[in-house]
């Protein structure tokens, strides 16, 4: 690889050198891709892993501290302009008590909005309780059912769409809490008149009479920075720092080769020298890592997810950036957003160069041997030894695999209206939003053919 990346230099030499591995065409680009992430990965284990997915589980948290459309995926509390759900809808906080009957669990908070429907209620619910077990391990949220028992006799189960679904100007709009009355003294009624209309709509959250819609949110904060900025830096600090005075291996090796063919080449260009660093291994391999978390972590990386870290990530490339950012008042908000933090992240990007630079060189020797125990332990790994779960929750399929829910009880049910019989194995869910349990009383059931 080394005699490869020595005439890809000499190529940019010869015509543009500070366009050097900016791209992933040739070979040896790609092989320096995947020589780096392997080289990485104890480091990304060990430093890196924790804040990243703190940061991912706050900008969730963030998201889901309002409403969010069913159909577009919009919300309230966003990071991308883009995804934000402008239409004001109010949305009240619902505290559900949750509690596993027959597990002998402690019961669990789950708090959910009264703008939720059915389906991201549920979303919520299988959070809370398989919090520590890998996402690929999850039931699917269509294969479990959500029902209400109203009274100690009757039960119902709740659905997005059903009969007693609202339908306005032809949209029949999804089933929400607010629109079973989850938290008022109101049952469910028994039945109510088919409404008819089958076409859904846009958006669930569309506004009712009164309701205003506005092009942009007037201060342009679409969520509490402050809120989000502590583990940005943390996530930040953590990829750009040096830990016990020792850089990665591979980062010390790669840049010494880097800065020792510019020495040969009589490029003596400070910038050059960064932007080769930049383009080996920020933009090369970190950048990747924050778009799709997936490739680190079991998680769910929905799309709203990835436009919100599609933002970080870009604060990023404009930390590692020697451009000047041309920012205005009619500039998008994604790049307003960490204007003011870029000029520190920036001091954080050159230290980390310096220090690395100012360390004693490694020999071949030193590098052979660390090339050799990566992969001593990529074997153990792949043994079942360990992984990225051991580091982080529901992360890394290497890890030893979390304890499945079990089965608590098991029976057959009368679908409505279907003249047939449904087997079920039951994982319960109470949710006692402040009634006596024969008013509000909630189930989650899983049907026993999703374990196997």
Same mark, same amino acid.
């Given at each position: 690889?080394?005699?490869?990346?020595?005439?890809?230099?000499?190529?940019?030499?010869?015509?543009?050198?500070?366009?050097?591995?900016?791209?992933?065409?040739?070979?040896?680009?790609?092989?320096?891709?995947?020589?780096?992430?392997?080289?990485?990965?104890?480091?990304?284990?060990?430093?890196?892993?924790?804040?990243?997915?703190?940061?991912?589980?706050?900008?969730?948290?963030?998201?889901?501290?309002?409403?969010?459309?069913?159909?577009?995926?919009?919300?309230?509390?966003?990071?991308?302009?883009?995804?934000?759900?402008?239409?004001?809808?109010?949305?009240?906080?619902?505290?559900?008590?949750?509690?596993?009957?027959?597990?002998?669990?402690?019961?669990?908070?789950?708090?959910?909005?009264?703008?939720?429907?059915?389906?991201?209620?549920?979303?919520?619910?299988?959070?809370?309780?398989?919090?520590?077990?890998?996402?690929?391990?999850?039931?699917?949220?269509?294969?479990?059912?959500?029902?209400?028992?109203?009274?100690?006799?009757?039960?119902?189960?709740?659905?997005?769409?059903?009969?007693?679904?609202?339908?306005?100007?032809?949209?029949?709009?999804?089933?929400?809490?607010?629109?079973?009355?989850?938290?008022?003294?109101?049952?469910?009624?028994?039945?109510?008149?088919?409404?008819?209309?089958?076409?859904?709509?846009?958006?669930?959250?569309?506004?009712?009479?009164?309701?205003?819609?506005?092009?942009?949110?007037?201060?342009?904060?679409?969520?509490?920075?402050?809120?989000?900025?502590?583990?940005?830096?943390?996530?930040?600090?953590?990829?750009?720092?040096?830990?016990?005075?020792?850089?990665?291996?591979?980062?010390?090796?790669?840049?010494?080769?880097?800065?020792?063919?510019?020495?040969?080449?009589?490029?003596?260009?400070?910038?050059?020298?960064?932007?080769?660093?930049?383009?080996?291994?920020?933009?090369?391999?970190?950048?990747?890592?924050?778009?799709?978390?997936?490739?680190?972590?079991?998680?769910?990386?929905?799309?709203?997810?990835?436009?919100?870290?599609?933002?970080?990530?870009?604060?990023?490339?404009?930390?590692?950036?020697?451009?000047?950012?041309?920012?205005?008042?009619?500039?998008?908000?994604?790049?307003?957003?960490?204007?003011?933090?870029?000029?520190?992240?920036?001091?954080?990007?050159?230290?980390?160069?310096?220090?690395?630079?100012?360390?004693? %060189?490694?020999?071949?020797?030193?590098?052979?041997?660390?090339?050799?125990?990566?992969? #001593?332990? &990529? +074997? $153990? @790994? !792949?043994?079942?030894?360990?992984?990225?779960?051991?580091?982080?929750?529901?992360?890394?399929?290497?890890?030893?695999?979390?304890?499945? %829910?079990?089965?608590?009880?098991?029976?057959?049910?009368?679908?409505?209206?279907?003249? #047939?019989? &449904? +087997? $079920? @194995? !039951?994982?319960?869910?109470?949710?006692?939003?402040?009634?006596?349990?024969?008013?509000?009383?909630?189930?989650?059931?899983?049907?026993?053919?999703?374990?196997?």
């Amino acid at each position: 690889m080394k005699d490869l990346l020595v005439d890809l230099i000499d190529a940019s030499a010869s015509k543009n050198p500070k366009l050097m591995l900016r791209r992933t065409e040739s070979v040896v680009e790609k092989m320096l891709t995947n020589w780096m992430s392997i080289c990485m990965y104890s480091y990304l284990r060990e430093t890196v892993g924790e804040p990243f997915f703190l940061l991912i589980c706050a900008i969730k948290q963030q998201i889901n501290k309002g409403s969010i459309d069913a159909i577009t995926g919009k919300a309230r509390y966003t990071l991308n302009e883009e995804w934000l759900l402008r239409e004001n809808i109010e949305a009240k906080p619902r505290n559900l008590n949750v509690s596993f009957q027959g597990c002998g669990m402690d019961s669990l908070s789950v708090r959910a909005m009264d703008t939720d429907t059915l389906s991201q209620v549920k979303e919520k619910i299988l959070e809370a309780f398989c919090k520590n077990v890998p996402y690929s391990q999850w039931p699917r949220v269509e294969d479990v059912d959500l029902e209400w028992f109203a009274t100690s006799t009757d039960s119902y189960i709740l659905r997005d769409l059903d009969d007693t679904s609202v339908v306005e100007d032809g949209r029949k709009k999804l089933n929400t809490l607010a629109h079973y009355k989850v938290n008022l003294p109101a049952l469910l009624p028994r039945s109510l008149p088919g409404l008819g209309g089958e076409l859904l709509s846009p958006s669930h959250c569309f506004p009712g009479p009164g309701c205003c819609c506005f092009p942009r949110p007037p201060s342009r904060v679409l969520v509490p920075q402050g809120t989000l900025q502590k583990f940005l830096d943390d996530l930040f600090k953590a990829i750009l720092s040096i830990r016990d005075d020792k850089p990665p291996v591979a980062v010390k090796y790669f840049f010494d080769f880097l800065e020792e063919q510019a020495e040969k080449r009589g490029i003596t260009d400070p910038d050059t020298m960064h932007i080769w660093k930049t383009n080996s291994l920020p933009l090369r391999f970190w950048v990747n890592i924050l778009k799709n978390p997936q490739f680190v972590f079991d998680i769910d990386k929905t799309d709203h997810i990835d436009a919100c870290l599609s933002v970080i990530a870009q604060a990023f490339i404009d930390a590692c950036s020697l451009s000047d950012l041309q920012l205005g008042k009619d500039s998008p908000t994604n790049k307003l957003l960490y204007a003011k933090e870029i000029p520190e992240y920036r001091k954080i990007v050159q230290r980390y160069y310096k220090q690395i630079h100012d360390m004693p %060189p490694l020999s071949e020797q030193e590098m052979n041997a660390h090339l050799a125990e990566e992969s #001593r332990v &990529r +074997r $153990w @790994a !792949a043994d079942g030894g360990g992984g990225l779960a051991s580091a982080c929750p529901r992360a890394g399929a290497g890890a030893a695999r979390a304890r499945r %829910p079990s089965l608590l009880s098991s029976g057959r049910r009368q679908e409505p209206g279907s003249g #047939r019989e &449904r +087997r $079920w @194995a !039951a994982v319960s869910y109470c949710l006692d939003a402040g009634r006596s349990k024969q008013e509000r009383i909630f189930c989650l059931k899983l049907p026993r053919t999703n374990f196997i």
